[in-house]
């Protein structure tokens, strides 16, 4: 039998054993574990490292602005194989860059008269898309070379030329820079000239830029009823022959039905390229009563733009 205090002492060193587990039991265990710290652990993953790095915006090679033109291709560089987009023109507009350097090329409508502001981006082959490019391009009609009567260097041209009421009035008069001189047609019926519809056209012997057009009635011998057509072509038929009115021998530009005669200016919607410009009458405000022909008079025809060799010319891609 083990002496009082040798018991004692056996009884307290085995009630500190068991403190010292219960402690490290309640260390390791429950609100006081230790948290997780992912730096501790080799296999972990930064979550941001996850994330897809979107391509670059692409780089825009200079584009030209002001300009009269409505189309202009704009070309550049980005990531192999991305897909431009332009947005913020008339149209949205796409291309692929290539995939040897990044190049690419799109041609984009433009609004008229007014600034496009475009955003250009580059979306790679998994869809991440770049922030955009800006270009701004003004589309001035305006800002092309300096406009001129075309129709002063070329030949005038019409369906009839009056050879009892105004012998004189040939139709050389409607182009010569003069309002006191004028072409009158004819509506002697005893002419077929006279019976068939009638017209009255300029030609040049150069491809001419359209913008614009006056017409310079001579008192009240006015259409109010009439079409401007163009053709680009070097011959096309004469206006009043069957059929020759439909495309591509003649193109409409401009049709009037309630012409007031006096001065008329026509700005036409887009300027065309063109060697004929012709004007085709079918009802007037005067009217031969003998024969119930409408009668014509036109002081000055006078077409406005510029040679097609002046003319700014889109490269295309």
Known sequence: MLPRRSYLSAKLLLILLLAAVLALAVCCTGDNK???????????????????????????????????????????????????????????????????????????????????????????????????????????????????????????????????????????????????????NSTNTFHEEARRLQWYGVKRLDTVIVKRAVIVWQASMFATDYVVYYSDLPSPPDPHEDGALEEPNWYVAHVEQMGTGGTQYIDFDEPFTARWVAIVLFEGSDINELTGRARYAIAEFEIYGVSAEDWPVDPGC
């Open 34 to 184: 230790t948290p997780y710290n992912a730096e501790d652990d080799d296999d972990s993953t930064d979550d941001d490292d996850d994330q897809p790095e979107p391509p670059d915006p692409p780089d825009v090679d200079p584009v030209i602005s002001p300009t009269p033109l409505l189309v202009q291709s704009i070309s550049g560089t980005a990531e192999v194989d991305a897909a431009i987009n332009v947005r913020g023109g008339a149209q949205s507009a796409s291309a692929t860059a290539d995939n040897i350097g990044g190049e690419w090329c799109v041609t984009v409508s433009l609004n008229q008269a007014t600034s496009n502001d475009l955003e250009i981006t580059a979306t790679d082959r998994e869809g991440n898309i770049s922030d955009p490019a800006l270009v701004s391009i003004v589309q001035d009609p305006n800002s092309g070379p300096e406009e001129q009567n075309l129709s002063l260097e070329g030949l005038a041209f019409a369906g009839s030329t009056s050879g009892t009421e105004c012998p004189e009035c040939t139709a050389d008069k409607g182009i010569d820079g003069s309002t006191a001189t004028w072409w009158h």
